[in-house]
């Protein structure tokens, strides 16, 4: 027996289904707290879970069940095919960032860092990603959304091809990489219940990620006398259950081990999902709870600094995650920002695809999100001198 997957002593004598049952009590407690507790704390750190569920992780999920579904369709190793495609792989991995929400650039960084990929199509990627804020602002400035999304692509894969130029196809990789990545995402407790929980609580997650991404208040329009925030309650629940299947295997809770091990398209779906999950509720509250706790007022930053408003959108999209980045976008529809600041934290801004980054390859993911900066300051500052 591999020695790594040996249980805790503690663990040795539990069953599968009490292992199952204590994995779902975080879900079950979670459930209840969104009813039962209140408070402004409360409310932070439910807002900032159930966000990062239905802003990010639905949307990752329904990308990779794409993504692993078309490979399986016509019996292709996209990565492989990418890996081929060295010319053109920048232009795709910069069609996948430039969608709207995170996911496509979620899975060209799990691409990378399985060696498939060159260093120039992760910079395209981030370059191109606008993350979920492209969601926001195709909803409320249709015009707008397109064009950042096609200035996004552009630019990305521009960038990308003149690093691919200046580096090796392999620069700043460590073959260290994909074995580190197998050893922290290929593992997660599981079991035919768990998944199926797991897709239950996607459904309906999916539908009210695309109503939050356009900002319906999904909460108010669903609320009943028994819930009164049923969609803040099913995001919650997603993200606690994404979490306890990551934080279980490493207590030695397996739940079917056999069944965790499968490489089925639903399988690599949840397993990958939920590393990505984990990284971004854990983002999510890195970035809501200081603001909550030291009042920070994001908005009266920009106040009369005009010159500098593009630098400081370019510098907030160094910050990692889909908040802050939402929080520009709604700061520049509601007219208190050019649409250069606009532009410069498009670009500049990774969205949730620096999580997984971060976690297994941060070098890597730090001088990627320094090289999108570059054209993001030459973009913003051209169009802030020529037409603001």
């Known amino acids: 027996m591999d020695p790594r997957e040996t249980k805790p002593a503690i663990f040795d004598r539990v069953s599968a289904p009490l292992q199952i049952f204590l994995i779902c009590i975080p ?18 750190f439910f807002t900032a879970i159930s966000d990062a569920y239905l802003q990010v992780s639905a949307f990752v999920a329904a990308t990779f069940l794409l993504f692993y579904g078309i490979e399986r369709l016509f019996k292709a190793d996209a990565g492989a095919l990418l890996q081929e495609a060295t010319f053109w792989q920048v232009p795709i991995a910069a069609g996948l960032g430039a969608l709207p929400g ?21 910079v395209a990627v981030l370059t191109a990603t606008m993350g979920d804020a492209a969601f926001l602002l195709i909803a409320q400035l249709p015009l707008t959304g397109l064009s950042m999304i096609g200035l996004g692509f552009v630019i990305g894969t521009l960038t990308g091809w003149i690093v691919n130029k200046l580096h090796a196809f392999d620069f700043l ?47 108010r329009i669903l609320s009943t006398q028994f819930l009164s925030k049923p969609a803040t309650m099913i995001g919650v629940m997603g993200g606690l259950l994404a979490i306890a299947m990551q934080v279980a295997s490493k207590l030695g809770l397996l739940g079917d081990s056999n069944h965790s091990k499968q490489k089925t398209i639903l399988r690599r779906t949840i397993r990958e999902t939920n590393f990505v999950t984990l990284w971004v509720i854990f983002a999510y509250l890195a970035f809501e709870l200081p603001i909550y706790f030291f009042d ?92 603001e």
């Not at 995170?102 to 992760?122: D, N």
Request: charged share 10%; with cysteine; hydrophobic share 55%.
């Open 173 to 219: 990789y460590d073959h260290n990489l994909k074995t580190a990545r197998l050893k922290t995402v290929g593992k997660d407790a599981s079991s035919p219940f768990l998944d199926r929980l797991w897709f239950l609580l996607l459904a309906p997650g999916l539908v009210l990620a695309f109503l939050v991404a356009f900002q319906v208040d999904v909460d």
């Open 27 to 44: 879900v079950l407690l979670g459930g209840w707290a969104v009813e039962a507790i209140s408070g402004d704390l409360a409310e932070v």
């Open 296 to 387: 920070i007022n994001i908005q009266g930053i920009f106040a009369g600094w005009a010159a500098i408003v593009p630098l400081i959108s370019v510098s907030i999209g160094f910050l990692p995650g889909c908040g802050p980045q939402v929080l520009v976008t709604t700061l520049f529809i509601a007219g208190y920002l050019p649409l250069s600041a606009q532009i410069g934290n498009a670009l500049s801004n990774d969205g949730d695809a620096l999580f997984p980054a971060i976690a297994i390859a941060p070098k890597v993911a730090i001088v990627a999100t320094l090289y999108s900066a570059i054209p993001a300051l030459i973009v913003s500052y051209v169009y802030f001198f020529a037409f």
């Open 102 to 122: 995170c996911g496509g650039a979620v899975i060209v960084m799990t691409q990378y860092v399985s060696g498939r990929l060159s260093f120039g199509a992760v």
